[in-house]
DNA sequence: TCCTTATGTACAA
DNA sequence: TGTACCTAAGGAC
């Protein structure tokens, strides 16, 4: 389930699970980080930091070069939490760190590495404005969407552009706008931009709380419509999202499907027409 | 048991 | 644009 909101989660429960600064166990069953594994043992977890889909861990080893665990979930990578005493791994745990109090398990990332500081600020470089980050600059994300000729909805998921931004919140917010996602960048008003990026940060925090994404207004919830409750496939309520060829929730319409740069797009073709 | 699919990215051609 | 990579769940048999 890795969009930015879920990796900003990770970041918080890697360091409450671990709060105590308690050295911990760094163990990688599967075998693939098991000499960066072997260097972190028994140390601590220092601080822990999240931009975009990318994780950092943090551990206090000042003295070495490489203080960071990289960690880049992809599409299939997956984390779980539980309490000590951790049960034997299954083969396909990359990492595993424990302590006295809890285990925590990850599997399946396109990304696991040791890496230096300035390995992680050469990442921060090169990805774009995340709405989950205090420090986030909006307009550095309009200058490329205004200049481009690209559709908003490729901008939305180039991570250059703006970080964090997968699959669904792509759909769902370009929807809640009623942008027509074929749009150029260079259409969008810096209004629109504004709006789009407010409601991401919105969006994208209750996403962390809640540990999914929820998109739909509570003016359009089955409820308030009149509507028998539905639970669409990934665990939130969305207007568009996977719902090919299912009713638009608002107007009727079939929400209308196509790839785009290998992925799949998800739009309602009344709602979202363009100006 | 096999096949498809998935909230992602990098690299080759 | 296509392909490779990593895992697991769900559906078709």
Redesign the pocket.
């Known amino acids: ?3 930015g909101h ?1 990796i900003h989660r990770l970041a918080k429960d890697y360091a409450a699970a671990f709060a105590t600064g308690a050295p911990l166990r760094v163990t990688s069953p ?1 075998g ?1 980080f098991s000499d960066a594994a072997a260097l972190l043992d028994h140390t601590p977890l220092h601080t822990t930091d999240a931009h ?2 990318h994780l950092f861990l943090g551990f206090s080893n000042g003295f070495r070069d490489a203080d960071w665990i990289h960690i ?7 984390v779980t939490f539980g309490p000590a005493p951790a049960p034997p791994p ?1 083969d ?1 745990v ?1 990492l595993r760190l424990a302590d006295g109090t809890a285990y925590v398990d990850l ?4 990304t696991c590495a040791l890496i230096t500081d300035p390995e992680k600020q050469a990442i921060h470089d090169r990805l774009g404005p995340d709405p989950l980050r205090p420090d986030a600059d909006p307009a550095a994300a309009y200058r490329r969407i205004s200049r481009s000729r690209t559709t908003i909805a490729a901008l939305l ?1 180039d ?1 250059k552009v703006i970080a964090g ?4 919140y792509r759909a769902e917010v370009l929807f809640r706008h009623r942008i027509d996602p074929y749009r150029p960048g260079r259409d969008i008003t810096p209004a629109e931009w504004d709006a789009l990026w407010t409601d991401l940060v919105g969006l994208m925090h209750e996403g962390v709380r809640h540990n ?2 929820d998109t739909v207004r509570p003016e359009h919830t089955p409820e308030a419509m009149g509507r028998p409750p539905r639970v669409d ?4 309520e969305v207007y568009v999202y ?1 719902r090919a060829h299912q009713p638009c929730h608002l107007c009727g319409e079939q929400i209308r499907t196509a790839g785009l ?4 797009l998800f739009w309602c073709p009344s709602c979202q027409r363009r100006p």
């Open positions: 389930m890795p969009e879920t599967q693939k975009g889909k880049h979930l992809g599409l299939f990578g997956k299954t396909t990359r599997r399946g990332p396109t998921m991570q931004v997968g699959n669904v999914r994404i496939d990934h665990g939130g996977r740069a290998a992925r799949n």
